[in-house]
């Protein structure tokens, strides 16, 4: 499966921003999929993960609350809606796709996934 995430731009904090994964050559319903953040200078973090589209869904703790991650099976598409964005959301946002049914302990790894999107910038600053 081929992953394209796109949606990312400057923000004001406080600001919103919607970032879509679109798959092709496979269906999103048959994985996990993650979105991960990477900052400068860090390692990628798992934002937030749901499995097989209309199952479970994970957030990280900067994330609870403020990330909404959703999907459309007919568009083949997974969304992460960000809303109340601050400086430190700032990174290159992928997403990735996972033939695991990934769970609370697994979903945030890298490993566990094995296909990644190009990413999409986000950057939140006044």
């Known amino acids: 499966v081929q992953l394209q995430a796109s949606g990312g731009r400057l923000v004001q904090p406080g600001g919103s921003l919607r970032l879509s994964c679109a798959a092709s050559g496979g269906s999103l319903g048959d994985y996990s999929i993650g979105w991960f953040r990477q900052s400068p200078g860090k390692e990628r973090e798992g934002v937030s993960c749901?499995?097989?589209?209309?199952?479970?869904?994970y957030y990280s703790k900067s994330a609870k609350g403020r990330f909404t991650i959703s999907g459309d099976r007919a568009k083949n598409t997974v969304f992460l809606q960000m809303n109340n964005l601050k400086p430190e959301d700032t990174g290159i946002y992928y997403c990735a796709a996972s033939r695991f049914g990934l769970i609370a302990s697994s979903w945030p790894q890298t490993s566990q996934y094995h296909y990644w999107g190009q990413g999409t910038q986000v950057t939140v600053s006044s």
């Open positions: 749901v499995r097989r589209i209309y199952e479970q869904k």
